[in-house]
């Protein structure tokens, strides 16, 4: 027996930028099985309604990564998000473009900026050139080693988590959650000689820009996990380098802090992650937070039980030690 029908709403972005003062949203309501996805709905407004509509897809199957769509104000294949769900949760779907990418016209948007921080970190093994690959024999890893790829292997470049990522909306120069997750490949790859210059790069390339909010993660539609692998070379970047930039200072202060006091001394941690004479910039905007928040300038009292944070860190300190 055929699945029963619902009435979809769809509210679609439309806009021409050569051609339209302004976007606009265009609804088209159509009769579907909830399990379509919204993929197929758009097909069937572009053969039957309105073929005007411009979007862009190829492989229907959540493989090539295409149409990624803001779905609901959410980071989504179109066509793995069947209808139904989005209709009973919001009574519409609003579809709209990537955001974080110009829009080219309607749903598909000018990729050049996400693949131009793809292209910066150079995704390509560098060899030892004293250790050329050889070509005569497989070059072979051993389990353990593919283990640490963790599930990089798996993203097909949707674009979806830097679509949903503030950090790349608030600075163009960050690079994105998954040329970062790629970078990570790299530098965990046994074969790659870039190891250190890649970490040691990356911590002045836009590394500390991440926010830590997780969107890229619930965003990805194969459980790449990029936030995770953004962590492990953060981790990675302070052990080889030290915490040699603001970014990495401020999170080896934070650390510190906790660790002695149980509480954040934010005075003392401007200053951990400023230095001296950086600290005295920060005047003005330390005299308005002090105005609003006067017990900042003093020393906290250690909280009750700080013993056990040793354990804790001592714990921590041994995993860190393993990897
Ligand atoms: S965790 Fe970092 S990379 Fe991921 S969305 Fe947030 S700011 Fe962007
Ligand atoms: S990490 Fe996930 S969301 Fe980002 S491009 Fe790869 S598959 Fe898409
Ligand atoms: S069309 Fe290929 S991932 Fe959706």
New binding site residues.
């Given amino acids: 027996m055929a699945d029963a029908t619902v009435s979809v709403p769809l509210d679609v972005y439309r806009y021409q930028p050569a051609v339209d003062h302004e976007p606009r949203y265009q609804r088209y309501t159509l009769d579907l099985a909830p399990h379509t996805p919204v993929l197929t709905a758009l097909l069937k407004v572009r053969a039957e309604l309105d073929p005007t509509l411009a979007l862009r897809y190829s492989c229907r199957s959540a493989i090539c990564?295409s149409c990624a769509m803001q779905i609901n104000a959410k980071s989504r294949l179109a066509c793995e998000t069947p209808v139904g769900p989005e209709v009973a949760s919001h009574g519409r779907i609003v579809v709209e473009p990537m955001r974080n990418q110009g829009v080219v016209r309607d749903l598909v948007v000018d990729q050049t900026p996400f693949w131009r921080q793809y292209a910066r970190i150079e995704p390509h093994l560098k060899l030892d050139p004293a250790q050329p690959m050889p070509a005569d024999r497989p070059n072979p890893m051993t389990p353990e080693e593919v283990e640490r790829f963790h599930d990089t292997p798996r993203?097909?470049?949707?674009?979806?988590?830097?679509s949903a990522c503030p950090a790349v909306e608030a600075d163009p120069a960050f690079p994105g959650?998954?040329a970062l997750?790629k970078l990570y490949r790299f530098v965990v790859d046994p074969r790659d000689h870039g190891r250190q210059d890649r970490l040691v790069r990356i911590q002045t390339e836009g590394l500390w820009l991440c926010l830590r909010c997780h969107l890229?993660t619930d965003?990805?539609?194969?459980n790449?996990r990029?936030s995770e692998r953004i962590r492990d070379l953060k981790e990675m970047a302070i052990r080889v380098q030290g915490p040699t930039e603001r970014g990495s200072r401020h999170a080896v202060g934070f650390k510190e802090n906790i660790r002695t006091g149980g509480t954040l001394h934010e005075l003392k941690l401007v200053r951990q992650t400023f230095g001296l004479a950086g600290t005295a910039g920060q005047v003005g905007q330390g005299l308005r937070i002090w105005r609003k928040k006067p017990e900042i300038v003093k020393r906290p009292r250690p909280i009750e039980g700080r013993e056990e944070l040793e354990s804790i860190y001592a714990a921590l300190d041994e995993e860190d030690g393993a990897r």
């Fill in positions: 990564g993203c097909i470049a949707c674009a979806a988590c830097f959650p998954m997750a890229c965003s990805c539609p194969k790449v990029p």
